[in-house]
């Protein structure tokens, strides 16, 4: 809607009086307190993209990993198929609505990893998941067999585009434990693993 202010002076009194001027200032002062009847649809413009996101489950995949740990030996762990593949979640997380935020729940990561009581907090475009650290992780029976690690987690993903949302997780991994030998060689300790995530809508 449009809303417009008018000020009136007689034009037929060209005499500038003490009054006239006052009354003039008085009129500019409420063109400019009014927007000069500028139009109300401009308002709420340079909202985030992310304000009308309603929160839903989402099915996650990773989709690229940078072991920086073991120099790329743990990839197959989080991507077994090999790069350029996908390596979908068991269970779809939820992703809560700006409203909704601080959300607390639990969350499951894929294997090793266990379930993990997480707070999700974020803005606009964003989420962020705290919390989701595991302890005593077996790393990998098959490779690694008895060898027990910690992970400190953090996620953070755009929500920008709901069809499709991105993130990035790195897995900090430390206190590596077992029999000598069945732990894998690593870089430094703690060290990093980062994956990369897509999520989809999930009818679940």
Request: proline share 6%; glycine share 10%; charged share 20%.
């Amino acid at each position: 809607m449009t809303r417009r202010l008018f000020c009136i002076f007689d034009s037929a009194r060209p005499r500038r009086t003490a009054t006239h001027l006052l009354a003039a200032l008085a009129c500019a002062a409420l063109l400019a307190a009014s927007g000069c009847g500028g139009d109300d649809s401009s308002e709420g413009a340079g909202e985030g993209a992310g304000d009308g996101f309603v929160g839903q489950n989402y099915l996650m995949k990773v989709v690229a990993v940078d072991d920086a740990c073991n120099k790329g030996a743990l990839n197959a762990l989080f991507l077994p198929e090999g790069a350029g593949s996908e390596s979908p979640f068991d269970d779809p997380i939820y992703v809560p609505g700006k409203t909704e935020l601080p959300w607390e729940g639990e969350i499951k990561l894929p294997d090793p990893f266990k379930k993990a009581d997480v707070k999700i907090e974020g803005s606009d475009e964003t989420r962020t998941i705290v919390g989701a650290d595991n302890t005593a992780v077996l790393l990998d029976e098959a490779t690694h067999p008895g060898c027990l690690v910690d992970f400190e987690t953090s996620v953070t993903m755009n929500i920008a585009d709901p069809a499709r949302i991105t993130g990035s997780a790195v897995l900090s991994m430390s206190n590596l434990a077992g029999e000598v030998g069945n732990c894998p060689d690593v870089e430094t300790d703690p060290c990093n693993i980062t994956i990369d995530l897509v999520g989809s809508p999930s009818a679940n």
